[in-house]
Each structure stands twice: as C-alpha cells, then as structure tokens.
C-alpha cells in the first residue's frame, strides 16, 4: 500500500551482523568512557576492528590489547596503557554488548512483527471498504431492481388476465357461432325461395306489359299461384329482418365484451348489463340448466366499467353452468340493499367444499383439469368488483349449490 | 539465505525452530548448547517472558573453520509458538538455510500440530521460499510422555511427504543432535552446489556436520 510505504522506513533485517558502533549506539559513552577511566586507572580505548576509536582516547600503542568478542567473532579492541584489570574490563564490556545486542535484535524484529501486523490490517481494512462498496451499491441499486421486477410481475399478470378472458370469450363462440347460424341459414333459404317469387311476378309484368287480354293475365296468375307469393313472400321478408335483428342483438352484445382493456367509465344500468351477459351465455349454460333473472325494477344507474362488470358475471356464470352437474337452476337477482346494488348468482350444483372455499379467490387456484381452466376467472372478477369499491362473498353448501353476493356502491 | 561475506571471510547459515507453542523448540536449544561440542559455541540468548513463554526468539550461535579459512557460523533460532505471534514468527523465518519443525507427540496436539504446520509452509511462501526445496525436517518430541501417537502412526501420516521424521525427548536431551544433523546434511547439500564448500574451502558433508557438532557427534 502506497500510504504505508510512505509511514514506514526499510527496516534491517532484525539478525544482521552487528558492529561494535551499532552495539554501543544505545550506550551513554561519555559515562562509560568515565566509569572505566575509574576503573583502569590508565588512558584507555575502544576500537573497532578497523581500528577507529569509539570511546576513550586515541592510542598509538598500548600495553594491553584484549578483542572483544559478540556472539562468536570479535568485533573490536580494548586498548589499555596497563595489564593487570584489562581482561576483567573486557569482560564487563563483552556482557554490556550482549545486552545491547539482545535489545536491538529484540527490537528491531518487534518493529518488523508490527509493520507486517500493520501491512495485515490495512489489507484487511481495504477488503471491508471494497466489500461496503459493493454492500451500499446494492443498496443503491435494490430499489430499482424491485421496482423492474414489479414491472416484470405486473406485464406477466396482465398477459395472464388478458388470456382468461381469452378463455372465457372462447368457451362463448362455439354457441355464439350457432346462435348467428341458424338466423342466416334460414334468412338465405328465404332469400333463395324469394328470387322465385320474383322471377314469377316478373312473368305475370311481361303479360301486362305486351298487352295480353285480361283472360289471359288472370291465367298466368293462377297458374304461378300469385295470392298465396305475394302473402308467402311478406312473411318471409318478415322472419328474415326478425333474424337479422337476431344477429343484430347478438352482436351488439358480444361489443360488450370487445377492447374491455380500452373500455370507460359511463353511467350504466346494472340490469342492463345482465341482461346483455345472459344472452350470451344463454345457449352455453342452459344445455342441461335453466336460467331464472330476478331483476328489481328502478335500480339507479351508477357510472362503473360496464365491459369489466360483464366480463366478471359471466367469468361467474359459466363456473355457475359447470357446477352443474345434471338438471339444475342458475338463478341471478338484482335489488337494492342498504343503498348499495345487490347481485346475487345462484346456483343448484354441487357446491364447494370447507377446504377448498377460502381458496377459490387465490390466483392459479382450480379444480379443472390442467389446461381446461386459467385458475384466474374468480380473481378476475374479484379484482374487478373490488376496483369498483364493492364486495363479493361466497356462500357454498356441499351437494346443494353456491351463492356468490355482490355488493356495488352506487356512483355518480 | 546463506550469508556469505567475502571481506570478513565469514559464512553465516540460519536454522530456525519452528512449531506449536510448548513443543519444545526452546527445549531443543537448551539441550544443544550443552550437548554440543564444536569448534566454536557462543552464549545461548533466551528472551521470553516470565512464565516460560518464548515471546520473541531464542538464539544459539555455534561455529566451524573451514580448511579454507571460512569461518562457518550457525545460528540456531526458536519461534514464539504461540497462534498470536505469527508475524513475529514470519519475520524470523526470513532468510532461513533450514527448519526444524517440532511437533508435540501428545495424541490431543494433533490439530495444533497441523496447524502450526500448514502455518509454517505458508510462512515459507511469504517469505519469499519455496516448501519443496527449502531443507527442512520434523521432529516429533515429548516420546517419554504417555498418551502418545505411536512411531508407526506418526511414520504412517508423513509417508508420501518428502520430509524425514524424527523422534526425540528434548528434555532428557534425546534425539536432539540426530535431528540437528538430519537438518545439516540437508542444509550442507542445498548451499554446496552454490557455495561450493568442499571444493574451494575444503569442507565435506561429513566434515561439516562433525564439525558444527563437536566430539564424537555425528560420526
């Protein structure tokens, strides 16, 4: 680390050769230099082993010349212009280097053991800050990664409603599909046999219009039968607007259920809308069930999503018609309860049980078999009901049927 | 790394005791400087503290002169032992010519064993040496102790390892100078090819364990 290399100096390794003006470097000289000058009571030096004088004074010769010796070698001299007390002074000297020595050695690997501590520390101190780093970045970042993944669930739901209403509008064509059928199969019969009415009126024009007698008019007439055309082709033309009105209804209430996503709010009349749901759905569930409306008369209007509330009755509806087993009845009722509007589906099918009712609102909850159902029909309707401020409760008797009860608030 | 210093004519090789604490590596010195007999021997340093612990390293100076002159020093040194004192034990490993890895024989010291084991050869790395090639041999100590790994499951562990095993009882002065020099031979082999002992200082392998051993040693 840069900041360290700079706190720090070169350390010597703690077991270098040590000289005698190293080992003497913590030593007061001037008080040594004393102390022995007492005690050998002659001029005195000590050299190191180049000669140069350390403490003492400058000798050119001496009388005594003991080495003094650190570890194995000798690391200088003791100079004395007398014999008798020199090897004991060397000695004291030799036990004085000792000392220093261990001190230095001591020392010296101390401050290697607490730079490398150091050194560990720092790295370790860079480390926390990198992992921090990375700790507040994710912080920093959490937030918008919850936010895209809420995005992420939200677009997925979405798909997912989009294709339960898929499903539900698919289960409707197949009998929508007939219901416009049969309308235009017999509107085209009419139109066929009214093409031969026309070309026997235009034979009995011709006549009339060369000039035949009247004899002869009145011939022709009989013998295309014109009284009982003119009377058949009225009648026809007839049955074939009442069908095309038949389609016209049919139409106009499936747009009920076209671009529900785009659908408004507006001021609508809640009979209406059923009304307009149970045409639908008639063929559909009334195969093996009949379907009884209770509509109470002068609801208030309220403005609501008239589409969304459609596509939640019929979602119910057509659970209503699969509950139903054999024979039964799919009653819808209507009233004003408490200022609020009231929509009750009933129906006399099997019934939910104890263990699987708190759970029919959950999402991705069936009991169909795999594939036949989204699991999503009654959260739908849920969802939808609940946007619009109202409730929906579910009461189910096993064996006798199930009631769903929806309360609306009235809006302006 | 061995020392040369051509001007003072002097060769300096350090050995380094390494191990878990209250091995014996301060044991293994203790006995050596009263065992051995070499040419030259230097005081014994201990520095530890007051209840016997070694705190920052033990120091045995022992010394030869080679035919050539050389003086040879070997300096014995013993680590603190304690997990604590790793970087001081880092620093004292620095430059090591060998180590003696001194295991406790107690059958309950088998994880401070690999511990201060696996703490030695990273030690080694950090320093700058290489596990392979720095000499180094192990010792197991405490033999006259009951509850004792047994030769043969000791052998059986560090069979397929390239380090010799050795048996001693430091205190009683056991083993001490057979694992000195098991180092030695190994030490005097991995510097002769640079330093070239025999060959320009006269100074065989034999001659030079005998010689930093003293007497009859090593023979």
Same mark, same amino acid.
């Given at each position: 680390?840069?900041?360290?290399?700079?706190?720090?100096?070169?350390?010597?390794?703690?077991?270098?050769?040590?000289?005698?003006?190293?080992?003497?470097?913590?030593?007061?000289?001037?008080?040594?230099?004393?102390?022995?000058?007492?005690?050998?009571?002659?001029?005195?030096?000590?050299?190191?082993?180049?000669?140069?004088?350390?403490?003492?004074?400058?000798?050119?010769?001496?009388?005594?010349?003991?080495?003094?010796?650190?570890?194995?070698?000798?690391?200088?001299?003791?100079?004395?212009?007398?014999?008798?007390?020199?090897?004991?002074?060397?000695?004291?000297?030799?036990?004085?280097?000792?000392?220093?020595?261990?001190?230095?050695?001591?020392?010296?690997?101390?401050?290697?053991?607490?730079?490398?501590?150091?050194?560990?520390?720092?790295?370790?101190?860079?480390?926390?800050?990198?992992?921090?780093?990375?700790?507040?970045?994710?912080? *920093?970042?959490?937030?918008?990664?919850?936010?895209?993944?809420?995005?992420?669930?939200?677009?997925?739901?979405?798909?997912?409603?989009?294709?339960?209403?898929?499903?539900?509008?698919?289960?409707?064509?197949?009998?929508? *599909?007939?219901?416009?059928?049969?309308?235009?199969?017999?509107?085209?019969?009419?139109?066929?046999?009214?093409?031969?009415?026309?070309?026997?009126?235009?034979?009995?024009?011709?006549?009339?219009?060369?000039?035949?007698?009247?004899?002869?008019?009145?011939?022709?007439?009989?013998?295309?039968?014109?009284?009982?055309?003119?009377?058949?082709?009225?009648?026809?033309?007839?049955?074939?607007?009442?069908?095309?009105?038949?389609? *016209?209804?049919?139409?106009?209430?499936?747009?009920?259920?076209?671009?529900?996503?785009?659908?408004?709010?507006?001021?609508?009349?809640?009979?209406?809308?059923?009304?307009?749901?149970?045409?639908?759905?008639?063929?559909?569930?009334?195969?093996?069930?009949?379907?009884?409306?209770?509509?109470?008369?002068?609801?208030?209007?309220?403005?609501?999503?008239?589409?969304?509330?459609?596509?939640?009755?019929?979602?119910?509806?057509?659970?209503?018609?699969?509950?139903?087993?054999?024979?039964?009845?799919?009653?819808?009722?209507?009233?004003?309860?408490?200022?609020?509007?009231?929509?009750?589906? *009933?129906?006399?099918?099997?019934?939910?049980?104890?263990?699987?009712?708190?759970?029919?609102?959950?999402?991705?909850?069936?009991?169909?078999?795999?594939?036949?159902?989204?699991?999503?029909?009654?959260?739908?309707?849920?969802?939808?009901?609940?946007?619009?401020?109202?409730?929906?409760?579910?009461?189910?008797?096993?064996?006798?049927?199930?009631?769903?009860?929806?309360?609306?608030?009235?809006?302006? | 790394?061995?020392?040369?210093?051509?001007?003072?004519?002097?060769?300096?090789?350090?050995?380094?005791?390494?191990?878990?604490?209250?091995?014996?590596?301060?044991?293994?010195?203790?006995?050596?400087?009263?065992?051995?007999?070499?040419?030259?021997?230097?005081?014994?340093?201990?520095?530890?503290?007051?209840?016997?612990?070694?705190?920052?390293?033990?120091?045995?100076?022992?010394?030869?002169?080679?035919?050539?002159?050389?003086?040879?020093?070997?300096?014995?040194?013993?680590?603190?032992?304690?997990?604590?004192?790793?970087?001081?034990?880092?620093?004292?490993?620095?430059? %090591?010519?060998?180590?003696?890895?001194?295991?406790?024989?107690?059958?309950?010291?088998?994880?401070?064993?690999?511990?201060?084991?696996?703490?030695?050869?990273?030690?080694?790395?950090?320093?700058?040496?290489?596990? %392979?090639?720095?000499?180094?041999? %192990?010792?197991?100590?405490?033999?006259?102790?009951?509850?004792?790994?047994?030769?043969?499951?000791?052998?059986?562990?560090?069979?397929?390892?390239?380090?010799?095993?050795?048996?001693?009882?430091?205190?009683?002065?056991?083993?001490?100078?057979?694992?000195?020099?098991?180092?030695?031979?190994?030490?005097?082999? %991995?510097?002769?090819?640079?330093?070239?002992?025999?060959?320009?200082?006269?100074?065989?392998?034999?001659?030079?364990?005998?010689?930093?051993?003293?007497?009859?040693?090593?023979?």
């Amino acid at each position: 680390m840069a900041s360290n290399a700079q706190d720090t100096l070169p350390l010597p390794a703690f077991d270098r050769a040590l000289e005698l003006r190293e080992l003497l470097a913590g030593i007061n000289t001037e008080r040594l230099a004393a102390a022995l000058r007492q005690l050998l009571g002659a001029p005195f030096a000590l050299c190191a082993v180049n000669g140069e004088c350390l403490v003492g004074e400058a000798l050119d010769t001496a009388i005594c010349r003991v080495p003094l010796r650190a570890e194995l070698e000798t690391v200088g001299y003791l100079l004395v212009q007398q014999e008798d007390d020199a090897p004991a002074a060397a000695t004291l000297i030799e036990l004085l280097l000792q000392g220093a020595a261990r001190y230095q050695m001591a020392s010296t690997l101390h401050l290697h053991a607490v730079n490398d501590d150091y050194a560990r520390l720092q790295a370790q101190h860079s480390a926390l800050l990198e992992s921090e780093a990375r700790y507040k970045e994710l912080a *920093a970042t959490l937030e918008q990664r919850v936010a895209e993944q809420l995005r992420t669930i939200e677009h997925t739901r979405l798909q997912l409603y989009q294709a339960e209403k898929m499903a539900a509008v698919g289960q409707l064509a197949a009998g929508v *599909a007939h219901e416009i059928n049969n309308p235009i199969g017999f509107i085209n019969s009419n139109l066929v046999t009214a093409q031969s009415y026309v070309s026997d009126l235009a034979e009995v024009v011709e006549c009339i219009a060369q000039g035949a007698a009247a004899a002869d008019i009145s011939a022709v007439m009989q013998r295309k039968d014109l009284v009982f055309v003119l009377n058949d082709f009225q009648k026809l033309l007839t049955e074939s607007s009442s069908g095309a009105q038949r389609i *016209a209804a049919i139409v106009r209430n499936l747009k009920g259920f076209a671009n529900i996503d785009g659908s408004d709010e507006e001021v609508a009349d809640l009979n209406g809308i059923v009304r307009g749901v149970c045409n639908i759905v008639l063929r559909e569930i009334t195969r093996h069930a009949g379907l009884q409306l209770q509509l109470a008369d002068g609801l208030p209007a309220t403005r609501c999503r008239p589409a969304h509330l459609g596509q939640a009755l019929l979602n119910m509806l057509l659970n209503a018609g699969k509950a139903i087993t054999g024979q039964g009845t799919i009653t819808v009722t209507t009233a004003l309860d408490d200022g609020r509007l009231r929509l009750q589906i *009933a129906d006399s099918g099997v019934g939910i049980s104890a263990e699987v009712l708190p759970r029919i609102f959950d999402p991705f909850f069936t009991t169909a078999d795999v594939g036949s159902g989204t699991g999503l029909g009654l959260t739908v309707s849920r969802d939808i009901i609940t946007a619009h401020g109202g409730d929906i409760t579910v009461h189910s008797t096993p064996g006798q049927g199930t009631v769903f009860t929806i309360l609306l608030p009235v809006r302006d | 790394m061995a020392d040369l210093d051509e001007q003072a004519h002097r060769l300096t090789l350090k050995l380094v005791y390494y191990g878990p604490a209250l091995s014996g590596k301060t044991t293994n010195l203790v006995r050596l400087h009263d065992l051995l007999a070499p040419e030259l021997k230097g005081e014994m340093m201990v520095l530890e503290t007051k209840n016997d612990r070694t705190l920052f390293f033990d120091l045995l100076p022992l010394g030869l002169s080679a035919p050539s002159g050389l003086l040879i020093k070997l300096r014995l040194f013993t680590v603190p032992g304690q997990v604590a004192h790793d970087s001081t034990r880092k620093a004292v490993l620095s430059g %090591a010519d060998g180590v003696v890895f001194v295991a406790d024989s107690q059958r309950n010291q088998a994880i401070n064993n690999a511990g201060s084991f696996e703490n030695l050869i990273d030690n080694i790395g950090r320093v700058g040496q290489d596990p %392979a090639t720095l000499p180094l041999v %192990a010792q197991f100590n405490k033999r006259d102790l009951p509850e004792i790994l047994s030769e043969q499951q000791i052998m059986e562990q560090w069979r397929g390892t390239p380090w010799p095993v050795l048996f001693a009882c430091a205190l009683q002065g056991r083993g001490v100078i057979e694992t000195l020099a098991e180092l030695l031979g190994r030490v005097y082999q %991995a510097v002769d090819p640079r330093l070239a002992l025999g060959k320009d200082h006269g100074l065989d392998q034999q001659q030079f364990i005998t010689g930093l051993l003293g007497g009859s040693h090593g023979q």
